[in-house]
């Protein structure tokens, strides 16, 4: 008899990653090599960036990684932001840029991404990279974090994604495009549906492996889910009573599901394990002492 309603529990599944960066890094230092180095550029005083920097810095420290944040107030300009990437980018000792968004209305957030060097964009999102990620025959330096956490937790929990019917939910830069090339080049048969798609539970029924991050609480319900497919809830909402839930409606979906990853602690975790992995990357590419 299939399993059903197993838990992907991406809290363990990030330790997991997140143990290997640790060791990776350790393994530089042992070699006489400097520790990996990412830089954040924090614009503003949002309260939920700010906790997103500081969650960052403190996981980047545990592994060993030396993580430092540039701070402006709001009223950075745009041309002050370039300066600050242009100088980050010839700065050899380090080795991710992050820009934490979203950046205030008055700066172009797609001119100051382009700006980053593909070779230190951890958080996978320069053009460039974005576009190998859809060709086929080509690798990007680096993929996007959330997406590639994703594809990781699949892998790590023996789904098999080759010759699956895969259906994403939500097509966002950040999280619906890229997941839906990766699930791509892993040989998936790839839907992505959106707001525009007609019979969306009907859609969603015909999925072996289902991606939602469409931003809805509790959207997806059991009669949208196949009998025995993996769920890989991407949303992040908090209810009036204060809760973190998902766009899938965990408790009504989990009996049905094959497996299924619960919010928090599903694919939220693993965000910040890929772009600490990321940096490794980076640096190992380099090594330099």
């Not at 969650?55 to 107030?73: C, F, N």
């Not at 525009?196 to 931003?215: F, H, M, Q, S, Y």
């Not at 993996?230 to 973190?244: C, E, P, Q, R, S």
């Amino acid at each position: 008899m299939a399993t059903v309603g197993q838990i992907i529990d991406g809290k363990a599944i990030s330790e997991q990653v997140k143990s290997k960066v640790k060791e990776g890094v350790s393994q530089m230092i042992e070699k006489g090599y400097r520790a990996p180095m990412l830089v954040v550029v924090l614009v503003g005083s949002r309260k939920d960036s700010m906790t997103y920097v500081r969650s960052k810095k403190k996981v980047a420290a545990d592994l060993g990684i030396v993580a430092i944040d540039k701070t402006y107030p709001e009223t950075v300009t745009q041309d002050e932001l370039l300066q600050e990437v242009r100088s980050l980018n010839k700065d050899d000792s380090i080795d991710g840029i992050l820009v934490q968004l979203p950046l205030p209305s008055h700066i172009n957030e797609e001119a100051i991404l382009t700006e980053i060097d593909i070779s230190k964009d951890v958080d996978g999102f320069h053009p460039i990279n974005i576009g190998k990620l859809a060709m086929k025959g080509r690798e990007p330096e680096f993929e996007p974090c959330t997406p590639r956490g994703c594809i990781e937790l699949l892998d790590r929990t023996g789904i098999q994604i080759e010759g699956k019917n895969a259906v994403i939910l939500g097509r966002s830069n950040i999280v619906g495009l890229p997941v839906s090339m990766m699930l791509l080049k892993r040989n998936a048969t790839v839907t992505i549906c959106h707001s525009k798609t007609p019979n969306l539970p009907e859609k969603c029924r015909e999925a072996d492996i289902l991606i939602v991050a469409i931003g809805q609480a509790k959207l997806v319900k059991k009669d949208w889910v196949k009998p025995g497919a993996a769920v890989i809830d991407v949303g992040m909402n908090t209810l009036d009573n204060g809760k973190l839930c998902g766009d899938v409606d965990f408790e009504d979906v989990k009996p049905v599901a094959s497996h299924i990853t619960p919010v928090p602690g599903g694919v939220g975790p693993m965000t910040i394990a890929m772009l600490l992995n990321n940096t490794l990357k980076s640096a190992q590419k380099k090594l330099i002492k």
